[in-house]
């Protein structure tokens, strides 16, 4: 034992001795600009060339330094720092470069507190920076007022530069990304980063990506936004494409905690195509993985939050707001919140205030040539709130054509369609299969067919799922099933289909040996004080409006005509801030904790408790008092 304590004391004392004996090393550092380095570019070359350690920090003093900097084909590492009060201004204005310019370097090299500003290049070259196989971090830096005919602000071609804490603005582009250009195989990370205020397509129709423009490359964003930008053709804020079979796999974005909203696409000419994807627009093998993303206040001829063509979206726990897809010329204008041709998973998210000409909220359209080559389309929607939105046809909340889709424990809340062809207050569906569980469609409103559901040559599932309180001005206030070839079919099992306005059920049957064309098992379809449940266009003569008639109906057994009892209650995303989100049916007072009286029997009210404050929903309703509960699972 006493041999063991003198080893361990030894050790102790001899290691305490080397670290006195060996100080950390101390990083090698100069200043610019001095008798022995003049200029920035000068300290660069030391470094490359051997004269200086390897890792040295080039600390430039506070004011403007006219040069275009370089570094090339070394693995040497080097910081260059503003070491003002003030960030150092550096600028190639005048002198037809990139202020920075890197190729093949593999060493670890920062630039820190600078401001790239006011150069403008011809040819194949950013105005802020060019690298081609570097990867610098970029930290407190501001990239401002550069012009080029690509890649505004900057290009990247096989780089993985990382940007915290900078501001990218102000900058454009003839042609692709007034911000910045990635291409080839590029994979950029953004931390706390701005991008701002970029203009791309001045001078071009084909002017993509306002902030970003991303070619074959997969970016990351985390806690940061892209605001403000205006493109020409395509994608305000942010455009992604790949390349299908591409060497360098699939083109992914990453976007966490971060901003997209303010972003605005337009037509370069009026003879020009719409304009698609205010604040993102991805294409061709692309994936978007958005997570705690805010997409709001966008503006597109068409797609005004998000738009796709044959890409895929994964949203979870974000909210697309306040985007606009109102096209002028009436040739675009579909989906306000988001145009897919692709897929889309939305998970715990939401829709909202969303204005649009074709689907107000969110659209997965397929091509017509869906089917038979042409891209189809996909949305699988679960936990999600689409509420608020609003179209003149085709869709105020949620519209599916040409391929498929999943709505499940959602609730499509207080949607408008109004005008010419106002089909679909809630959810617009045709040429598509679609099921719906488990999910609310209540206060939606159309100015002519399906307040609630609109179905035309589908296949439509509903099980478990409340259709209520929804109108519609001409027929089919909760369902509406329209003819055509072929006729629609599908099952409504397990639901209630409740007070609804202007006919519970319309179908538009002509034939005795085909209607309903829908099955009818289990449900609840009732509407109180008035019997109109179920009503065709042409066949019976005059609507069913008893239970038992109906019930008489071939593929219609079970259902009854009870008041209806429920109440859904929720909180999407599920952490804070959230929206709390509510139907009551019949209604009179409805009370939430920590909120008070609400509207009633359907709304929605932004909160942002601690993640562990529960909400308590209470209400008196024509058929006695409920109660409910609902808080943030996390933060």
Not at 145 to 156: E, F, M, T
Not at 394 to 403: I, N, P, Q, Y
Not at 407 to 412: K, N, P
Not at 521 to 535: A, C, K, P
Request: with cysteine; hydrophobic share 40%; glycine share 14%.
């Amino acid at each position: 034992m006493k041999l063991r304590r003198w080893v361990l004391g030894w050790t102790a004392s001899a290691v305490l001795l080397l670290v006195l004996a060996c100080p950390a090393a101390v990083q090698a550092a100069v200043t610019v600009p001095s008798a022995q380095f003049p200029t920035v570019q000068s300290a660069i070359n030391a470094v490359l060339g051997g004269a200086l350690p390897n890792g040295t920090v080039i600390n430039v003093k506070a004011g403007t330094y006219r040069g275009a900097l370089a570094a090339n084909n070394t693995a040497k590492s080097f910081t260059v720092r503003g070491a003002g009060r003030t960030l150092t201004r550096l600028t190639a204005v005048g002198l037809g470069q990139s202020i920075l310019s890197m190729t093949n370097v593999t060493g670890s090299v920062r630039f820190e507190a600078l401001a790239l500003v006011g150069t403008g290049v011809a040819g194949p070259r950013g105005g802020g920076f060019t690298l081609v196989r570097a990867s610098p971090t970029f930290v407190n830096c501001i990239i401002e007022g550069n012009a080029a005919p690509d890649g505004g602000g900057g290009i990247l071609f096989a780089s993985n530069a990382r940007f915290e804490s900078c501001i990218i603005r102000n900058n454009r582009a003839s042609r692709f990304a007034g911000g910045v250009l990635m291409v080839a195989g590029s994979r950029p990370t953004f931390v706390r980063t701005r991008i701002e205020g970029n203009r791309s397509g001045v001078v071009s129709s084909i002017g993509s990506g306002g902030g970003v423009h991303a070619n074959d490359s997969s970016p990351t964003f985390i806690a940061s936004s892209i605001t403000g930008n205006h493109s020409k053709f395509a994608a305000g804020g942010l455009f992604l494409i790949g390349q299908f079979g591409s060497p360098r796999g699939t083109a992914t974005l990453v976007m966490q905690d971060s901003v997209v909203a303010n972003n605005t696409t337009s037509r370069f000419s009026p003879s020009s195509n719409p304009a698609e994807g205010g604040g993102i627009h991805i294409e061709n093998n692309a994936i978007a993985r958005l997570t705690r993303v805010g997409v709001r206040g966008n503006v597109a001829n068409t797609g005004g939050g998000l738009n796709s063509f044959r890409g895929r979206y994964e949203v979870t726990s974000s909210v697309i707001e306040s985007n606009q897809a109102l096209d002028p010329q009436s040739v675009g204008g579909a989906g306000g919140g988001g145009l897919v041709i692709g897929a889309i998973v939305l998970t715990d998210s939401v829709v909202r205030n969303n204005v649009s000409r074709t689907a107000g909220g969110l659209a997965a359209a397929g091509q017509p040539s869906c089917g038979s080559g042409g891209p189809c389309a996909s949305l699988v929607m679960s936990n999600s709130l689409v509420d608020g939105n609003t179209s003149t046809r085709l869709g105020g909340g949620v519209h599916v054509a040409r391929g498929t889709g999943t709505i499940q424990r959602s609730q499509v809340l207080r949607n408008r369609v109004n005008g010419a062809g106002a089909f679909g207050g809630g959810v617009f569906v045709a040429n598509a299969s679609v099921s719906i569980t488990d999910s609310t469609i209540a206060d939606n409103s159309t100015s002519a067919l399906g307040g609630g559901v609109f179905v035309d040559k589908s296949t439509v599932n509903i099980t478990h799922s409340v259709i209520y309180r929804n109108s519609a001005t001409t027929f089919g206030g909760g369902l509406f099933v329209n003819g055509g070839s072929p006729a629609s079919t599908g099952t409504v099992s397990q639901s209630i289909i409740a007070d609804n306005t202007n006919f519970q059920i319309h179908e538009a049957v002509c034939a005795p040996a085909t209607a309903p064309f829908l099955t009818y098992l289990g449900n609840t379809i009732s509407n109180r004080g008035v019997s109109d449940l179920y009503r065709t266009t042409c066949f019976p003569p005059r609507p069913i409006t008893t239970i038992e008639a109906f019930n008489a109906l071939p593929r219609s057994d079970g259902n009854n005509s009870n008041p209806p009892v429920f109440s859904t209650f929720t909180a999407t995303p599920a952490l804070s801030p959230s929206v709390l989100a509510w139907t009551v049916a019949g209604a009179t007072t409805v009370t939430i904790s920590g909120v008070g009286q609400v509207s009633a029997p359907t709304g929605s009210h932004d909160v942002s408790p601690p993640c562990t404050t529960p909400y308590v929903l209470t209400a008196d309703t024509l058929n006695g008092s409920v109660t409910a509960t609902v808080h943030q699972r996390r933060c």
